[in-house]
């Protein structure tokens, strides 16, 4: 059981290149989302996804754009990376955020630096 | 707006010593409140949730409503409970219930 899988792990990228962090997960989770991690900031919400074919904007949504075709995958695009783009990133998923039984699953994080 | 606030960045205790780590929310509604932790080399994972009112790894965390806090306690920290800890909170404002709001988080360091 893989759990979360993200890639890649570490990306080096120039000002105004584009790429794309992948995530997937096995779980058959119906939530993913995409956080970024940054000193002194902690976790800050990017996009995420309550199924397939439904996405939705967080707390830092802009400079990014997702997609979520099938309930494993939910890629995380940077049209035009950006310095203030440099972080971690974190794909996270869960069967549902219930109080109960809501339990986000991260993935080991993807460092993006652009110089 | 909901909002999570870890008022410190670093904690150092020596082993054996109490340990308190601080979380105060403000959000207008009935909160959900977790604890996630990250150890060095690990991935992001949930430590415990208010609801369950469990105690996990010797960690406990009462809600206080008055005091609108989510104080993470242990009374004797071992080496091993070194880690990033992050309070978190579920917003259910706005017909959605997938937000789930991260404070900043709190380095512990437990010394020998």
């Known amino acids: 059981n893989a759990g979360v899988t993200q890639t890649p792990k570490f990306q080096v990228l120039k000002t105004g290149q584009s790429m794309t962090l992948q995530c997937a997960q096995d779980?058959?989770?119906?939530?993913m989302s995409w956080y970024r991690q940054d000193p002194g900031m902690g976790l800050r919400l990017i996009h995420y996804s309550v199924g397939a074919g439904i996405t939705d904007q967080g707390e830092v949504p802009n400079g990014y754009n997702v997609s979520r075709s099938t309930t494993e995958d939910f890629p995380l695009r940077l049209l035009s990376a950006a310095p203030s783009q440099t972080s971690v990133y974190f794909c996270?998923?869960?069967?549902?955020?219930?109080?109960?039984?809501?339990?986000?699953?991260f993935g080991e994080g993807s460092r993006l630096t652009v110089l | 707006a909901q909002r999570v606030t870890q008022p410190e960045k670093l904690l150092s205790v020596f082993k054996g010593a109490p340990v308190e780590l601080k979380c105060n929310y403000s959000y207008s509604g009935s909160p959900e409140l977790f604890w996630y932790v990250q150890y060095s080399r690990q991935r992001l994972q949930l430590l415990l949730r208010?609801?369950s009112r469990e105690s996990i790894k010797g960690f406990t965390a009462d809600l206080n409503k008055g005091e609108t806090s989510f104080h993470l306690k242990k009374p004797f920290a071992q080496e091993e409970d070194s880690a990033m800890y992050y309070c978190?909170?579920?917003?259910?404002?706005?017909?959605?219930?997938?937000?789930?709001?991260f404070g900043k988080g709190t380095l512990l360091t437990v010394n020998p």
């Open positions: 208010h609801i």
């Open positions: 978190a909170l579920r917003d259910k404002s706005g017909g959605s219930n997938y937000k789930l709001t």
């Open positions: 996270a998923s869960s069967y549902s955020l219930d109080a109960n039984t809501g339990e986000l699953f």
């Open positions: 779980m058959n989770h119906e939530y």
